[in-house]
C-alpha cells in the first residue's frame, strides 16, 4: 500500500475561492481523520469518519468547512469560501478502530495559503 | 477533553544524552501513542501502550504509563541528531466505540552534535 495520499500538496489561493482538499486512506482501514496543524494552535482535529460516516465534527471551525466520505477509498475536505486565517497545513489520517484504535497514518499534508 | 498534553514544549539536548518528555491527560483511555514529525511532514507512529500496560521499550524509545496519574514519558536513550523532530502524544478516550484521537501540541525537540 502506498500509505495515505494527499492531494495537492500545497494550493494557494485567492481570498473568497473554493478549496478542495483530497485524501485516499489506506485500505482496510476503518477510520478516517482530517487535521489542520498551525503554529499558534498545534494539530486540531476537524472532523472524523468511521465506515464513512462523520462521527464527530465538533472541530470544524464554521459553516464554511464541509467534509464528505463517498466511499471507503476517497474523502474530501472543502472550504467555501476561503479566508486568509484558513492557512495551515491539512493532514488526513487513517487507522483501524476495533475495540479501541491502532496506529494512525498520516498523509503527507496539504500546505494551504489563502492570500 | 481527553487531549494529551505534553512537556516540557521545547527540549535542547546534546547528541548521546537522554531525552525525557512527558503527557498528561486528562479522562480515560483505552491506549496511548506516541508520533514524529520531521519539519515539513506527515506524523509518524512510534510506539502504542495499552491502558493495562506500565512499560513498552521499542529500540532506543522506552515509554511508560502510569494511569493512576494520568500520564506517559517517552524516553530516547542515546540520542542522535537525526531526533530532532516534534513529538506527539495522542490518547483515546475508553468511553465508547466512538472516541476520537486526538493529539497534543507537540514538543520540539533539538539534539545538538
Known amino acids: 500500500d502506498a500509505g495515505v495520499i494527499q492531494s495537492p500538496r500545497h494550493e494557494v489561493t485567492e481570498m473568497g475561492q473554493e478549496v478542495t482538499l483530497r485524501c485516499k486512506p489506506i485500505s482496510g482501514h476503518n477510520s478516517l481523520f482530517w487535521y489542520r496543524q498551525t503554529m499558534m494552535r498545534g494539530l486540531e482535529l476537524l472532523i472524523y469518519?468511521?465506515?464513512?460516516?462523520?462521527?464527530?465534527d465538533s472541530g470544524m471551525p464554521e459553516d464554511r468547512f464541509s467534509a464528505k466520505m463517498p466511499n471507503a477509498s476517497f474523502s474530501t475536505l472543502k472550504i467555501q469560501p476561503s479566508e486568509p486565517r484558513d492557512s495551515a497545513v491539512y493532514f488526513c489520517a487513517s487507522s483501524f478502530q476495533g475495540i479501541s484504535w491502532t496506529e494512525a497514518f498520516f498523509g503527507q499534508g496539504t500546505r494551504l495559503t489563502v492570500v | 477533553s481527553q487531549q494529551g498534553e505534553e512537556d516540557p514544549q521545547a527540549l535542547s539536548i546534546q547528541e548521546g544524552e537522554n531525552a525525557t518528555m512527558n503527557c498528561s491527560y486528562k479522562?480515560?483511555?483505552?491506549?496511548l501513542q506516541w508520533y514524529r514529525q520531521n519539519s515539513g511532514r506527515g506524523l509518524v507512529h512510534l510506539i502504542l501502550?495499552?491502558?493495562?500496560?506500565r512499560e513498552k521499550h521499542s529500540g532506543r524509545l522506552r515509554v511508560t504509563l502510569d494511569t493512576s496519574k494520568k500520564s506517559s514519558s517517552l524516553l530516547i536513550t542515546a540520542s542522535r541528531a537525526a531526533d530532532t523532530a516534534s513529538y506527539f502524544c495522542?490518547?483515546?478516550?475508553?468511553?465508547?466505540?466512538?472516541?476520537?484521537?486526538?493529539f497534543g501540541k507537540g514538543i520540539t525537540l533539538s539534539v545538538r552534535p
Open positions: 495522542a490518547t483515546d478516550g475508553a468511553t465508547g466505540a466512538n472516541s476520537k484521537l486526538t
Open positions: 479522562t480515560s483511555i483505552n491506549n
Open positions: 501502550i495499552r491502558s493495562n500496560e
Open positions: 469518519f468511521n465506515n464513512n460516516v462523520p462521527i464527530d
